[in-house]
């Protein structure tokens, strides 16, 4: 039987964070069988499997309700959590396979007793769009180009790209109204998975806060999104408006959802050049109102092949 652990991911003062299923033995199941959990759930899940070679612990597979997934931020350091209290992980250090590449898990005690996750991400790219392609974007969020901050609009990389939009204001982010339809046309001329537009809350603290509309993974917009937090870290490196150095940023993320969540990032260089980040966050299990809104009355309807955790 494969079981499945709801975790909120990326949690702000235990609060809020994005929901994600995890099933931490998924041996046995077919990409049907995680698409339909994903469904189900209507949330990003990871699906943990043996490893296919010694090079790694894990490998690990991702669905959002309409496909399969590189990689996912939140639901590998969700994964690790669950491993890491279910006494399942070999080390501190955990090598993961993922689609998009290897990634690197470490996992310690904090001091409550609980496990404290970061993974790896490569060193990211960024590239401008063009002005064209910039007034695609700020039309679909309904704005001009007089709610941007005196920043380019990028497409950023590090697992998958995301188009960073820098907001002059926090409220204003925070109104934006777009729709999914339009979201997918525009980030699939652009060559992106998800508009991604942010605004700085204090830059002496690295703070910022943002928003994650998603290109086509069956939901309108994310709570919080690892990927995207790295990929905007990059950004503002590129941009200067963050300092060279290892401090972490702050990424908020999901008010207008109701579900403030806070993603972690720090950059490490090599000879003064940035070469990949750490992206962490904390974890706790779901609690009832999260089961009941990711599940509704489609609980009853779970395949018996599957079963809530115990966790809950």
Not at 8 to 36: K, R
């Amino acid at each position: 039987m494969n079981n499945v652990d709801l975790v909120n991911v990326f949690t702000y003062e235990e609060q809020g964070g994005n929901p994600c299923p995890v099933v931490a033995c998924a041996d046995g199941m077919s990409s049907a069988d995680m698409q339909d959990v994903a469904r189900r759930f209507g949330r990003e899940s990871g699906f943990v499997f043996s490893p296919k070679s010694g090079d790694y612990d894990f490998s690990f597979r991702f669905f959002v309700p309409n496909h399969e997934m590189e990689m996912c931020g939140h639901a590998t350091i969700g994964a690790l959590w669950v491993l890491m209290r279910q006494g399942r992980l070999p080390a501190e250090t955990v090598r993961i396979e993922t689609r998009s590449g290897p990634v690197t898990g470490f996992v310690t005690l904090g001091s409550d007793g609980q496990p404290v996750v970061e993974i790896t991400q490569p060193a990211g790219k960024v590239v401008p769009l063009r002005r064209d392609e910039e007034a695609e974007v700020l039309s679909v969020l309904g704005i001009g180009r007089e709610a941007l901050a005196p920043l380019p609009v990028h497409n950023a990389v590090t697992s998958r790209v995301k188009t960073l939009i820098p907001i002059n204001d926090r409220e204003r982010l925070n109104k934006l109204v777009t729709s999914a339809s339009d979201v997918e046309a525009v980030c699939r001329r652009i060559g992106s998975t998800g508009l991604y537009p942010y605004s700085t809350l204090d830059a002496e603290a690295r703070t910022f806060e943002a928003r994650q509309f998603p290109r086509s993974s069956g939901y309108p917009e994310d709570a919080a999104t690892g990927i995207a937090a790295a990929a905007l870290v990059f950004g503002l490196l590129n941009d200067r408006s963050v300092a060279p150095d290892d401090r972490i940023i702050r990424v908020l993320q999901g008010r207008a959802m109701g579900r403030l969540s806070e993603i972690r990032v720090r950059v490490g260089f090599a000879d003064g050049r940035a070469v990949g980040c750490l992206l962490g966050g904390t974890v706790s299990p779901a609690d009832a109102a999260t089961q009941s809104c990711c599940m509704g009355d489609r609980r009853r309807n779970v395949k018996k092949a599957y079963s809530m955790s115990p966790f809950f």
